[in-house]
């Protein structure tokens, strides 16, 4: 019998792309609702125990198998990294709009191409140099340091972005473990460390917010599925760019749920953020059709 395989369908991976950056989106808006009246460790608790669950419901008595993993030092570092990124978001979007939080968060894409060179040994060439140059001039704008439309808590976001760039960079390393070893070991290590901090932050949760919190985990969980399903799709290449239909997808729910829209300063921001990480991302796709003639 002939191996089963996904052939590439790329309007449909693009489709899953966007549902994915929707509800990773919506996650943060809905922890920047509950943010308003919780701690931001319950929340970030509350978002790894519904992931767990979920997890739990759909690979069921697999789990220890799945768990195994030849790599488990690596694995521990990339689900810490990804919960110091949840963390340090979710603490932003108690002060500071999803949006702009949002953009400062796509820097990641170019922090990655600045750390696989420092840590994986790629080539930093004179393009990479000024697209990572380029969105750091685009977070300034955003951030406006040393103006009174500074808030310190921007910087978490900005945290919160080199630390999934290390989760991504970490990833690249742990290959040999499928997808479903990786996601149990994220929400597995996030929630035993979360619950460690329970006993100090914990606060009652009122009947009509359990729906949010449930929200917030079903849609973090989602959004997981529907990026593996998106890249299962498609080209890694060719969906890049879509990633940053986030930032529109935080406008909306900023609007809908807090009346808040990105102000002026934050677009542009945005715009070069994303015109950075066009540019890096546009010469290595050169690069891979044309390995001759590198552009680096």
């Given at each position: 019998m002939a191996p089963s395989f996904h052939p590439d369908r790329p309007g449909l991976a693009v489709v899953f792309m966007l549902g994915a950056f929707s509800m990773l989106t919506l996650m943060d808006a809905f922890a920047k609702l509950l943010g308003q009246g919780y701690h931001p460790?319950?929340?970030?608790?509350?978002?790894?125990?519904?992931?767990?669950?979920?997890?739990?419901?759909?690979f069921g008595r697999?789990?220890?198998?799945?768990?195994?993993?030849?790599?488990?030092?690596?694995?521990?570092?990339?689900?810490?990294?990804?919960?110091?990124?949840?963390?340090?978001?979710?603490?932003?979007?108690?002060?500071?709009?999803?949006?702009?939080?949002?953009?400062?968060?796509?820097?990641?894409?170019?922090?990655?191409?600045?750390?696989?060179?420092?840590?994986?040994?790629?080539?930093?060439?004179?393009?990479?140099?000024?697209?990572?140059?380029?969105?750091?001039?685009?977070?300034?704008?955003?951030?406006?340091?040393?103006?009174?439309m500074f808030h310190p808590a921007a910087l978490l976001a900005l945290l919160a972005a080199f630390s999934f760039a290390g989760a991504v960079l970490l990833t690249r390393q742990v290959r040999g473990d499928s997808a479903a070893t990786s996601q149990l070991w994220s929400s597995l290590v996030g929630l035993a460390l979360s619950s460690l901090a329970l006993p100090f932050i914990w606060q009652p949760i009122a009947w009509g917010d359990l729906w949010v919190f449930a929200g917030l985990g079903l849609a973090g969980s989602l959004s997981q599925f529907l990026l593996i399903r998106a890249f299962s799709l498609g080209e890694a290449g060719t969906l890049a760019p879509f990633g940053y239909s986030g930032l529109i997808f935080a406008s909306f729910w900023g609007w809908l749920m807090f009346d808040q829209l990105p102000d002026s300063a934050t677009i542009l921001g945005a715009l070069v953020i994303i015109g950075a990480g066009l540019y890096v991302w546009s010469r290595e796709r050169r690069a891979a059709r044309l390995p001759t003639d590198s552009p680096r």
């Open positions: 460790l319950l929340i970030v608790w509350a978002r790894f125990g519904v992931n767990a669950l979920v997890l739990g419901a759909i697999s789990v220890p198998r799945r768990l195994r993993t030849r790599q488990p030092v690596l694995q521990a570092g990339r689900a810490l990294f990804q919960m110091g990124a949840i963390v340090s978001f979710f603490f932003a979007l108690r002060y500071i709009g999803l949006a702009q939080a949002t953009a400062l968060g796509d820097l990641n894409p170019v922090i990655v191409t600045l750390g696989a060179a420092l840590f994986l040994g790629e080539r930093l060439g004179v393009h990479r140099i000024f697209g990572i140059a380029a969105a750091f001039i685009g977070a300034m704008i955003i951030l406006r340091p040393g103006t009174g």
